[in-house]
Each structure stands twice: as structure tokens, then as C-alpha cells.
Nanobody, 123 residues
């Protein structure tokens, strides 16, 4: 499974960005896709995840109500719509995929990772 993230950029606080993660390869083996982020000087953290088939979702408390994760089966793509962005959201965002059907939040539970895309929120 290969993952390609895109959509990062520079935005002012309060603005919006939409990240995309295009997946290819053995997609029938994937049950869950998610997003993580890593801010400068900090560890990578969970942001959001979704069931590939059923559409169930789970969010980190820090983004709940502002971010929305969605999937497009036809394009094998997962999106992360980010609204009301804050400077604290500045980070490299990574998409990831898991064969585990549960909506897990640890990095170790995701076997496949895309390259990161940088999101910078200015104050």
C-alpha cells in the first residue's frame, strides 16, 4: 500500500485547508485510514481516523469540531478538512493506513505511512 499526502500550505489563523491522501496498492487489505501530525520539537500525535468501509470516525480532542475526516472510495482517497485553524495546528501532517479494523490512535497500530505535508498557520 502506498500513500501520497497533499494539500498542505500556509494559512492565516481562522482559515481552512483540505488535506488529501491518495492510496494505491492492496487497498482491500486496509480497514482504517488516519491522520497524524508532528509539530516542531514535539512527538507525532494522533489527529483523526476513519473506517474505510463503514465510515466511523474518531478525533483527537484538540481538533474535534474543527476537523472532519472523510473518504472517497472511488478515488481511494481520504480527506482531512481543517477549519478554524490555529497556530498550534502548525505541523507536518501524515496519513496512515491500518489493517486493524479498530479506530486506533497509536502510531504503532498503523502499518503504512505516507510522506508528510506541511501545514503552517500564522497568527
Amino acid at each position: 500500500v502506498q500513500l501520497q499526502a497533499s494539500g498542505g500550505g500556509l494559512v492565516q489563523a481562522g482559515g481552512s485547508l483540505r488535506l488529501s491522501c491518495a492510496a494505491s496498492g492492496l487497498m482491500f487489505t486496509i480497514d482504517v485510514m488516519g491522520w497524524f501530525r508532528q509539530a516542531p520539537g514535539k512527538e507525532r500525535e494522533f489527529v483523526a481516523t476513519t473506517s474505510w468501509s463503514g465510515g466511523s470516525t474518531r478525533y483527537a480532542d484538540s481538533v474535534k469540531g474543527r476537523f472532519t475526516i472523510s473518504r472517497d472510495h472511488a478515488k481511494s482517497t481520504v480527506h482531512l478538512q481543517m477549519n478554524s485553524l490555529k497556530p498550534d495546528d502548525t505541523a507536518v501532517y501524515y496519513c496512515a493506513a491500518s489493517r486493524d479494523g479498530r479506530l486506533l490512535v497509536r502510531e504503532i497500530d498503523y502499518a503504512y505511512w505516507g510522506q508528510g505535508t506541511l501545514v503552517t498557520v500564522s497568527s
